[in-house]
């Protein structure tokens, strides 16, 4: 896998200012892909195009990111996490200002798709983590910046409602621009380089093989209930066969994009697993919430609030998921993380457990919300921590890049399957199903990390 350049962690003079920069990356990446869900509506009319048509200004960034994940990850283990960290960033704030002197959908798209390819950095912040902080400050830091993903998530809808609401659509952009040549300026002055590197020579074929796979797979998920029958077959078909022919070559070649032998060690695979499950089980309140919050109280089962409300009742669940990063981190520090992992599926399945029955009062839907975010902090602050304990730190961005691609998948399934489950059952009882789903998966989650080894030592390669 390469020659390992600097193993032992340097000392950092500022951490703590490294951990927030780092964390406020994460969370800025977050932000920008939920930034366009209030204007989803407004695209046909905004754009001169067709529902469909615009539907790809969310599907290009999926893909994109689904791409950019592993690529960038690879990418940092061999020349620079802070490098990697950097280009990512500037992804941002280019594909940002793309989108903001965009007036047509094509440009739009192309903006979308290269704010898409910043994805990665949460898995190189978390690498980062590792690499430069005391072993002491580990588990709190790496929790945090993983929290960071469900943190902008819920903050973007609330800040993009009123961004709309009060200005023109184009502002959300400039916004995303500003707020990630903020960050990338605090990354080139407070964040070192990490020291830890692989080197070696980049996998071509292996990111062509993988990208081909992603696209097909994702592709036919999100276009699962749009596309004929024998289309999403054939993209899913296709999938299995590349993904199958990239496994041949991933075995076989000497340094190759991902380290297959190193993602079946029971531990990395068991986490990947899990992670996917609980990915699943954690966007399943983001297609819910929102139509019970938005829909007219005439028919019954709406709340007839608007979007800025909408967003309103979730944003405790990012608050909570932020403040539950250092209690994740004190758990896996006493129990490990997989003791973590698994009570945070368990207070996810019981949040959705609650809300089969509480769907009635925005105060219950806040409440819903509030819990599921506590669980999601608690599970996505251990998943780090499984990853790390059990692959050498020269792999440590490639390791975490892949978990994050599996948390991606894990939700454009469930996208997949709610949109399904919303389409062919009646409402309310599709909102009931879905939360009865969500509710399943989150114990499905908990079986499968109960098999995770409970202790596993940071290995090292000598």
Partial sequence: MGRVLLEETRPVTRPNVVVAVLALGGITVSLMQTLVIPLLPR???????????????????????????????RLGDMFGKRRMLIVSLLMVVVGSVIAALSYSLVPLIVGRVVQGMAVGVIPLGI????????????????????????????????????????????????????VGALVLAAVLVYVPESPVRGGGRFDLLGAVGLSVALICLLLGVSKASEWSGGSVTGLFVAAAAVLGAWGWWELRTRQPLVDLRTTVRRQVLLTNISSLVFAFAMFAQSLVLPQVLQLPVATGHGLGQSLLV?????????????????????????????????????????????????????????????????????????????????????????????????????????????????????????????????????????????????????????
């Fill in 43 to 73: 695209f046909p009319a905004l754009l001169d195009s067709a529902p469909g048509d615009t539907a790809w200004v969310i599907t290009s960034t999926l893909l994109a990111s689904a791409v950019a994940t592993p690529v960038i990850g």
């Fill in 127 to 178: 690498s980062i983590m590792r690499d430069e902080l005391p072993v002491e400050r580990l588990a709190g830091a790496t929790a945090l910046m993983s929290a960071s993903l469900g943190v902008g998530g819920a903050l973007g809808l609330p800040a993009a409602a009123i961004l709309v609401e009060q200005s023109d659509w184009h502002m959300l952009f400039w916004t995303s621009a500003g």
């Fill in 310 to 462: 909408t967003g309103l009742v979730l944003v405790p669940s990012g608050l909570v998921m932020m403040a539950t990063a250092p209690v994740a981190a004190r758990i896996s520090n006493a129990r490990g993380p997989r003791a973590t992992l698994i009570l945070g599926a368990l207070v996810v399945a019981f949040g959705y457990g609650i809300g089969i029955f509480m769907l009635t009062a925005v105060w219950q839907l806040v409440v819903i919300s509030a819990v599921i975010g506590a669980g999601i902090g608690l599970g996505y602050g251990a998943m780090p921590a499984l990853i790390m304990g059990a692959v050498p730190a020269s792999e440590t961005a490639a390791a975490n890049s892949l978990n994050s691609l599996m948390r991606a998948i894990g939700t454009s399934v469930s996208s997949a399957v709610a949109g399904v489950v919303l389409t062919q059952v009646g409402v309310p009882f599709s909102f009931q199903l879905i939360m009865g789903l969500g509710a399943a998966t989150a114990l499905l989650a908990v079986v499968v990390a109960a098999f995770i080894p409970s202790a596993q030592p940071v290995r090292t390669v000598s």
